[in-house]
């Protein structure tokens, strides 16, 4: 079946390490997403990639950095000098926008990565 | 910033009545979606409608957008208690930049 994976679903870091959340598709959409949400907030983009080997900042991107050297990964990095990393991670994918989407980019989301700082 | 803005931030109803979530957001879109999440999980696409549609069903669903006054609202009629999930609107252009609202937690008791 397509979807999306995310991995690992929880995650525990000493504060100061860096640490590598996974997201890998097999939808064979060309955009990919990180979005951070914390408890009883909204989602909040971290970064975005419409294309292979590019990618955009989002609006909370201190702290964080990802890659995408292929179409079905993008990892996402949550660095030593993220202030408050513990929150809950959601990755997304999504086909690129076209007129019958009004130029929507519409997102299938994995099932997130919990990452909690001791 | 083209964030759509949920209210009422927490709704609770009896199962069987409707439920009814407005959106509000900021600057000129094309389009604006309308996801679930439950309780820790991943998000899931409801419905999309386009800035020239006024009204759009799906199931129990209708979504209604005026532009006019940058808001929108999601009505779930009849509801179950499965419903029970928080509920965000997301704004976007062409640019690929998607930005949710901090969403309506709906609780519909059996």
């Known amino acids: 079946d397509g979807g999306i994976t995310q991995s690992p679903k929880y995650l525990f870091r000493k504060e100061g390490q860096n640490v590598t959340l996974s997201c890998e598709q097999n939808?064979?959409?060309?955009?990919m997403y990180w979005y951070r949400q914390d408890p009883g907030q909204g989602l909040r983009l971290i970064y975005y990639?419409?294309?292979?080997?590019?990618?955009q900042k989002g609006d909370i991107a201190e702290g964080y950095s990802v890659s995408r050297e292929k179409k079905e990964s993008f990892p996402l990095t949550v660095t030593s000098a993220q202030k408050n990393p513990t929150a809950f991670y959601l990755c997304?994918?999504?086909?690129?926008?076209?007129?019958?989407?009004?130029?929507?980019?519409?997102?299938?989301f994995g099932a997130g990565s919990r990452l909690t700082v001791l | 910033s083209q964030q759509g803005e949920e209210d009422p931030q927490a709704l609770s109803i009896q199962e069987g009545e409707n439920a009814t979530m407005n959106c509000s957001y900021k600057?000129?879109?094309?389009?604006l979606q309308w996801y679930r999440q439950n309780s820790g999980r991943g998000l899931v696409h409801l419905i999309l409608?386009?800035?020239?549609?006024r009204e759009k069903h799906s199931g129990r669903l209708r979504v209604t957008l005026d532009t006019s006054k940058k808001s929108s609202s999601l009505l779930i009629t009849a509801s179950r208690a499965a419903d029970t999930a928080s509920y965000f609107c997301?704004?976007?252009?062409?640019?690929?930049?998607?930005?949710f609202g901090p969403g309506t937690s709906l609780s519909v008791i059996p």
């Open positions: 997304a994918s999504s086909t690129p926008p076209d007129e019958s989407s009004a130029g929507a980019n519409v997102l299938t």
């Open positions: 939808l064979n959409h060309d955009a």
């Open positions: 990639s419409q294309i292979v080997n590019d990618f």
């Open positions: 600057t000129s879109i094309n389009n």
């Open positions: 409608i386009r800035s020239n549609e």
């Open positions: 997301a704004t976007g252009r062409w640019t690929g930049k998607v930005i």
